[in-house]
């Protein structure tokens, strides 16, 4: 079983950043792990998702403005969000790979002025 906890959340104004952290607590080893969200009245949708080698992708509508990163050793997963708009407001959740899909239970951005 792997857990996984994000933290990082809150309210930000419009051209503000914030950090989102996930800690994924088990033994079972993880390959990829990543950032979901789910905005109000929208479906769910990859943000950013990260390999253990590092690759990277992320959905078009915020590749130049978040950055994905991970502590392996850690076991760790991170999204720094920078220029955020009020389009970025979702409940985001941690995701990662160890065999099967896990999920965290999200943590709320709300980007409004």
């Known amino acids: 079983q792997v857990q996984l906890v994000e933290s990082g959340g809150g309210l930000v104004q419009p051209g503000g950043s914030l950090r989102l952290s996930c800690a994924a607590s088990g033994t079972i080893s993880i390959s990829d792990m990543g950032w979901y969200r789910r905005a109000p009245g929208k479906e769910r949708e990859l943000v950013a998702d990260i390999t253990s080698g590092g690759r990277t992708r992320y959905t078009d509508s915020v590749r130049g403005r978040f950055t994905i990163s991970r502590d392996n050793a850690k076991r760790m997963v991170y999204l720094q969000m920078n220029s955020l708009k009020p389009g970025d407001t979702a409940a985001y959740y941690c995701?990662?790979?160890?065999?099967?899909?896990?999920w965290g239970k999200g943590t709320l951005v709300t980007v409004s002025s």
């Open positions: 995701w990662a790979y160890g065999g099967m899909a896990y």
